[in-house]
């Protein structure tokens, strides 16, 4: 990995402040980042570690609205919303391992927006709001294709607000050696309709199902969704999966997810 | 160069590392505590597990900056200072959870980072929990075994 100098600011105003020297990046978990630096694939100037900004960790609920920091990790999250949010913990404890959700972020894995990653199918079904620094983003303003986000240059998630859902469910299709999801689907049903989120399948990244949300609004069961089909257009294939596969997966993972909400 | 200080198996450390020292490479090379392996570098294996303030975390995957300030445990500092090793080091010895022995140091800190989670895993929690530890030559029953044995040994017997 090539060299960078290495910037662990205390405050908010301070992590601002590095990120706007030339060729600043934010770290904030390091779990995919690292990797990357490792390969060459991202050389920064400066490295701006978020981790030590101790206000944007956290995890409480606040009325109807579970509010998550944008340095929580995950294992902060499958552990603090188990009770308030059962739907978004139990995805979040299946991210990665052990050791990986002890130190990955929420910030981070948003920011980073890997078309399989777990994360952006919960914020999308959940329609949460993602808080930075200087706005406020809806969820579906957010996401923007693979690995692509509404996020300015310099710009930090310090928050994310879940309004929490009546029902929510995360069915990870897990790619064993990477245990990203090969398919994931979150649904999520709210006092004004269900939202489906799912990741890894799609080739421009994380998206809304809106047929089965549709199908689901009129009748919350697994069923409802049975006379719908998936496109394989636009799927991701690979050695994992074809297109065909991944689209099939949509389908039976949304059924799953239902069921067990 | 960056000046880091931090507490490693209860002793203050500190040293002058680059930006780019992982704790992995800090710990093994300017410590000299080798035990901590890196086998990978990729984040798969585990080899290099240690505790960061108590949470199992991959010291391949965390820079040496990032720990300063930090209660860093390796696999030097699990056993007795006399020694003595720990229930989950016997266990392994006892239930042969160990060949060649790379994985060996990851695995134990991975499972006494479980163990002070959850005194009581079942079989599939200690399996699910060693879910970023490869092992390429026990196969896993006799660790899995070992971690369950270890467990008992360490649950306070129940007052009667």
């Known amino acids: ?261 | 160069m960056t000046k880091v200080s931090m507490t490693v198996n209860g002793k203050a450390v500190s040293g002058e590392v680059e930006g780019r020292t992982l704790l992995a490479t800090f710990l093994r090379e300017d410590l000299h505590l080798t035990g901590t392996h890196i086998g990978c570098d990729t984040s798969q294996c585990g080899a290099c597990v240690v505790h960061v303030d108590g949470q199992a975390v991959k010291a391949c995957t965390m820079f040496a900056a990032e720990a300063e300030g930090a209660e860093v445990t390796t696999i030097e500092g699990i056993a007795a200072a006399d020694g003595t090793m720990s229930p989950v080091q016997k266990a392994f010895q006892e239930h042969h959870g160990l060949q060649c022995g790379f994985c060996t140091p990851g695995m134990v800190m991975s499972a006494h980072a479980l163990l002070a989670e959850n005194p009581d895993p079942s079989e599939a929690e200690i399996r699910e929990y060693l879910q970023g530890n490869i092992c390429r030559c026990t196969g896993y029953h006799n660790i899995v075994k070992a971690i369950a044995a270890a467990a008992a040994e360490m649950r306070p017997v129940a007052a009667e």
């Open chain 1, 1 to 261: 990995m090539y060299d960078f100098q290495f910037a662990r600011p205390t405050s908010l105003d301070e992590a601002v402040k590095a990120l706007s020297a030339e060729d600043a990046q934010a770290l904030g978990g390091g779990q995919t980042l690292i990797p990357t630096l490792k390969q060459r694939l991202a050389a920064p100037e400066v490295l701006v570690s978020l981790t030590g900004i101790r206000e944007l960790r956290f995890v409480r609920r606040d009325g109807d609205t579970l509010r998550v920091g944008g340095t929580a990790t995950h294992g902060m999250v499958a552990r603090e919303a188990a009770a308030e949010f059962p739907g978004l913990a139990g995805m979040a404890v299946r991210i990665g391992d052990p050791a990986v959700r002890n130190r990955g972020t929420i910030g981070g894995s948003l920011a980073n927006n890997d078309p399989s990653a777990c994360y952006p199918a919960a914020v999308l079904a959940a329609n949460a709001t993602v808080v930075t620094n200087s706005r406020e983003i809806a969820a579906d303003e957010f996401f923007d294709g693979m690995f692509t986000t509404a996020l300015d240059e310099g710009e930090i998630i310090t928050e994310v607000r879940f309004p929490i859902p009546e029902r929510a469910n995360y069915q990870k299709f897990e790619q064993p050696a990477s245990h990203f999801a090969l398919v994931g689907v979150m649904v999520a049903k709210h006092a004004d309709g269900v939202r489906v989120g799912v990741t890894g399948a799609s080739e421009d990244g994380v998206f809304r199902w809106t047929e089965a949300e549709d199908a689901l609004s009129g009748n919350y069961a697994p069923e409802a969704v049975d006379g719908l089909t998936v496109s394989a257009d636009g799927m991701i294939g690979d050695l994992h999966g074809t297109p065909e596969y991944r689209a099939h997966l949509v389908k039976v993972l949304t059924k799953r997810a239902v069921a067990a909400s």
